[in-house]
Nanobody, 125 residues
């Protein structure tokens, strides 16, 4: 079992920044690839970015590339999502997820076995 807890969400003005954290407990977090997803009201959950267990592979959705940065600290069992130049279109509930069945992250939410409860990010115009 892997338990995930996201934090760091909130209300921010357009152009502002937030840093989300995803803290893990349970089985060795450092073994697994991690993904960030988001879901806006009335929309499907979408891939934001992913990071491999060693941070050797990182990728982002085109919509956030150049603005968002994923990193991880395996010693702290934590993955981060730094979000800069936020836009109202970034408003959503953000989730982190762990994929235990493969070495690398996936852009498909169905490939992840464990999810956090989500943290709300609201960007005002």
């Amino acid at each position: 079992q892997v338990q995930l807890v996201e934090s760091g969400g909130g209300l921010v003005q357009a152009g502002g920044s937030l840093r989300l954290s995803c803290a893990a407990s349970g089985r060795a977090f450092s073994r697994y690839a991690t993904g960030w997803f988001r879901q806006a009201p009335g929309k499907e959950r979408e891939f934001v970015g992913g990071i491999s267990r060693s941070s050797s592979s990182i990728d982002y959705a085109d919509s956030v590339k150049g603005r968002f940065t994923i990193s991880r600290d395996n010693a702290k069992n934590t993955v981060y999502l730094q979000m800069n130049s936020l836009d109202p279109e970034d408003t959503a509930v953000y989730y982190c997820a762990v994929r235990t069945s493969h070495l690398f992250f996936s852009r498909s939410a169905s490939e992840y076995e464990y999810w956090g409860q989500g943290t709300q990010v609201t960007v005002s115009s």
